[in-house]
């Protein structure tokens, strides 16, 4: 039987629930094919780069760098893990359960609306209320 590793606190404060997300940043990184598949690896899980990298067959640099722009949008944390033979290691879980987008105003706009859209883009981070 294969036991999860202790987790430490992380090493920096929990974002908050309502934490202000950049629109155009978060869409550009999920706009991202390596970001997107960072993401879809982690799932519900907590894993290190390194696992992040091998079942993604991205680089490792390549996770990283990604890694470091989802931590700055709010979008995953940082943990530290021990492992069995005593190694700390850090990994990384998504700590948001969703995304909600709008496009402007869609309840004052009729059925059938035109691309030429006014309005701001809103853009909301569903998190866990823990």
Excluded: C, K, N
């Amino acid at each position: 039987m294969v036991t999860s590793p202790p987790t430490l606190s992380p090493s920096q404060e929990s974002p908050s629930d309502d934490r202000l997300v950049d629109p155009e940043q978060l869409l550009t990184l999920l706009g991202d094919e390596y970001t997107r598949a960072i993401i879809d690896a982690l799932g519900t899980e907590s894993l290190p780069a390194r696992e992040i990298a091998s079942r993604t067959e991205i680089s490792r640099p390549t996770v990283y760098r990604r890694l470091d722009r989802l931590e700055t949008a709010g979008v995953v944390e940082p943990t530290m893990t021990v492992d069995p033979d005593g190694h700390h290691r850090q990994a990384f879980e998504v700590v948001i359960d969703g995304l909600e987008l709008s496009l402007g105003d869609t309840a004052a706009q009729p059925a059938t609306t035109t691309t030429d859209i006014a309005s701001p883009i809103t853009l909301s981070v569903l998190s866990d209320s823990t």
